[in-house]
């Protein structure tokens, strides 16, 4: 049984990987959250330690290093975007192997800077990027993978989650903690599609504002015309007044269902860390340098066989 601390255990991800430490056997040792409303870990595991300020939160966990039977082995983080960097520094150098959320971080330099720490600490930082683990996915990259011809997949990502007004007020909707709407929204999608199509080629920004960006990947084995939304009045008619998130992938015309099991993967995730197989620091770096440059790019003009079709409605095309 390993030993977990969680930071960030108020979020709207943080039961998820309680859950994840319980249904893998493991002990959450203590949680750690500036908000106090953390009454789903009654439901999970009462028993554990609870601080509000992290100085406290950092002493008690240093302290538990003394003990073998009560050092903690794992720092899961499931704070604001903004806060990963220094939080997963803190947890290494805890001597604590991490599993964080996504986005890891803004950028590749940071990466980098987490690679000496790793070096520097003996220790492993993991990202969840838990749509590798989806069925679907797995079953879309060996039929790729199999493919004879060299032709490229037409491929069109849509993803629209519609939110409230509270969104903009919120981390998510601060450019400077969450880096915009493509990466916090967007980034495991960019992820699934390196993990399916292999490298990147080209990546094309055709329009971004505080709620929505789109443009066109080129990936070895595929062209991607991408467009994410959190703006209820993106929604399709069919499905307006009767679901809140419009999530479609099709790949030369195909739907790639996914939507079943998209949330119930952090177990796995868990367990392939736990078995030695999770993904680390340069597995996730195709993704952070995808959005890292989507973020520097100025919008160009979409090429009529490279603009995603909801665009070119909005644009009035």
């Not at 039977?69 to 903004?82: H, K, M, S, W």
């Not at 604590?96 to 520097?120: G, M």
């Not at 920004?205 to 709620?211: K, P, T």
């Not at 679901?243 to 952090?266: A, K, M, N, P, V």
Request: charged share 25%; proline share 3%; hydrophobic share 40%.
């Amino acid at each position: 049984m390993k030993n977990f601390a969680l930071i960030g255990a108020s979020g709207y991800i943080a039961p998820r990987h309680m859950k994840a430490i319980k249904e893998t056997g493991n002990h959450l040792s203590v949680a750690y959250d500036i908000n106090d409303s953390v009454g789903i870990i009654d439901s999970i595991s009462p028993e554990s330690e609870f601080f509000t300020v992290f100085e406290q939160f950092y002493e008690h966990t240093w302290q538990l290093k003394r003990n073998p039977e009560t050092q903690l082995d794992y720092v899961a983080i499931c704070t604001p975007n903004y806060m990963h960097a220094s939080q997963i520094a803190a947890g290494l150098r805890l001597g604590c192997d991490v599993i964080c959320e996504k986005p890891l971080v803004p950028t590749s330099a940071i990466l980098d800077e987490l690679a000496r720490v790793e070096k520097e600490t003996g220790k492993r930082v993991y990202n969840i990027l838990q749509l590798r683990h989806h069925q679907a996915i797995i079953d879309l990259k060996q039929k790729v993978a199999k493919a004879v011809n060299n032709k490229k997949h037409e491929v069109e990502l849509t993803y629209i989650t519609s939110r409230g007004k509270w969104y903009m007020e919120s981390w998510k909707g601060d450019p400077r903690k969450s880096f915009g709407v493509a990466t916090n929204i967007g980034v495991h999608f960019f992820d699934m599609l390196h993990f399916i199509f292999g490298k990147l080629e080209r990546n094309v920004l055709h329009f971004a504002n505080d709620m929505k960006a789109s443009g066109y990947l080129e990936y070895e084995k595929a062209r991607v015309r991408w467009f994410l939304s959190i703006d209820v009045n993106d929604l399709p008619e069919s499905v307006k007044d009767k679901q809140s998130t419009f999530r479609i992938i099709t790949c030369d015309d195909d739907e790639l269902e996914f939507s079943s099991g998209f949330t119930d993967l952090h177990t796995v995730s868990y367990q392939e860390v736990l078995a030695g197989r999770g993904y680390g620091i340069e597995d996730a770096r195709h993704c952070i340098e995808t959005v890292e440059a989507i973020r520097n790019q100025m919008p160009h003009q979409a090429l009529p066989s490279e603009a995603h079709p909801v665009l070119s409605k909005l644009l009035g095309g």
